[in-house]
């Protein structure tokens, strides 16, 4: 005991000469609840978060998730568990330039998209919309990841991961275009709590994370999907690469490797030894020009919204039968089986039926949705992206 507290304390020391004045320290990181345990644990806080992180139930399930085409035969589509990875990959490498603490930087990039239902964006809008009409406020993905590792995992124990962990994933909100980032530092889980509810009250509140760390995965989920969207969207004839706006080529180039080089190294230039994370105004703009064209011609697109109205159709479905199942105590239903039977009487005396039915929706994988429903509801995979949506017309 006495030999691994000196090496921890050892490796404290190095990280405190190694790392950035600015960056989270891991003795700083701290839980929701005291483990006495982990005090003859080796590993650091974060560190310690990042196992939690791959050895939840969750993060396996992000092996069948989507990340934007669902429903697509083709073995190299970025499905989500591949998007966390880039995440973690390219905010370590940020994170390693800034001199700021990667175990951080990989524990909020690993479980950030944790929360996500099946079939990525759409699966979010169809179950926001449903909660909404059911009373339980509006359904996001970030907030689901912190309601997946705090108070669903582990038979509803969840893993008590540190605040900064859940509060980056919290707050790591890619979809908005940001210039700049500054961290707000001064928050407790009590702060953390309050910023879930407003956030699930009014979805346009905005959160900005408490670490440098957290502010660098934000940039680094933008930086990892833009470009890869685009790949796959070429690959499967959505659109071409001539159609790339010129601004953004000039500026970014034109394939995934030269737009995340380009963000990147921009991002390092202009934040190293900063209290902040920022890119470059003419590359900031250059990027909120490229979403918008990702938005346009990629993600709104017809050509992959067949089955847009058919999964929408259900979702409803399957909400609905779940939640008669629960409110009828019908043991028989998968509910049970696969999703209540080992959760405790806190887990249920602190969630409505409405909100379990959406924690067992939105931990499910496209593959397992797909076997709940109806034979004859159920929509086809395709092959071809645009055949399908000729056929469609």
């Not at 008590?160 to 700049?180: S, V």
């Not at 994370?209 to 660098?216: A, F, N, Q, R, S």
């Amino acid at each position: 005991m006495m030999k691994i507290r000196k090496m921890m304390g050892a490796l404290n020391e190095a990280e405190s000469k190694r790392l950035s004045p600015r960056a989270t320290k891991s003795g700083q990181g701290f839980r929701r609840r005291q483990e006495a345990h982990l005090d003859s644990d080796y590993r650091q806080p974060f560190s310690l978060d990042v196992d939690r992180i791959l050895h939840s139930r969750a993060y396996a399930r992000y092996i069948d998730k989507t990340q934007v085409f669902y429903l697509i035969q083709n073995d190299h589509i970025t499905h989500r568990v591949l998007h966390v990875q880039l995440v973690s990959k390219i905010g370590r490498t940020i994170g390693r330039f800034l001199r700021l603490n990667e175990d951080l930087i990989e524990a909020i990039a690993l479980g950030h998209d944790i929360g996500h239902t099946p079939f990525g964006h759409d699966g979010e809008r169809f179950l926001s919309d449903i909660c909404q009409a059911n009373g339980i406020g509006h359904f996001l993905h970030n907030i689901q990841s912190v309601q997946f590792l705090d108070r669903v995992e582990r038979s509803g124990k969840g893993w008590n991961l540190c605040l900064q962990t859940l509060d980056g994933i919290l707050c790591h909100d890619g979809e908005i275009h940001n210039m700049l980032l500054e961290p707000l530092t001064d928050k407790s889980f009590e702060t953390h709590d309050i910023e879930i509810l407003n956030k699930k009250r009014w979805p346009e509140y905005p959160l900005t994370p408490m670490t440098l760390e957290g502010c660098v995965v934000r940039m680094a989920d933008t930086i990892s999907y833009i470009g890869r969207d685009i790949e796959d969207a070429i690959r499967l004839g959505v659109i071409r690469r001539t159609d790339l706006p010129h601004n953004c080529v000039q500026r970014l180039g034109n394939t995934n490797g030269t737009i995340v080089y380009s963000l990147v190294t921009d991002v390092i230039e202009n934040s190293f030894d900063h209290p902040h994370i920022t890119f470059s105004g003419s590359i900031s703009d250059a990027l909120k020009e490229l979403k918008q064209f990702n938005l346009e011609r990629i993600y709104l697109s017809p050509l992959i919204k067949k089955y847009y109205e058919d999964i929408k159709s259900l979702f409803y479905l399957l909400f609905e039968q779940f939640l008669g199942d629960v409110k009828n105590d019908n043991r028989d239903s998968v509910i049970f089986s696969a999703f209540l039977e080992n959760k405790p009487d806190a887990y249920m005396a602190s969630h409505q039926p409405e909100e379990v039915v959406r924690d067992f929706i939105a931990g499910m994988t496209d593959r397992f949705f797909l076997r709940l429903c109806p034979d004859k509801m159920r929509p086809l995979m395709q092959t071809n992206i645009l055949e399908s949506y000729r056929e469609s017309r």
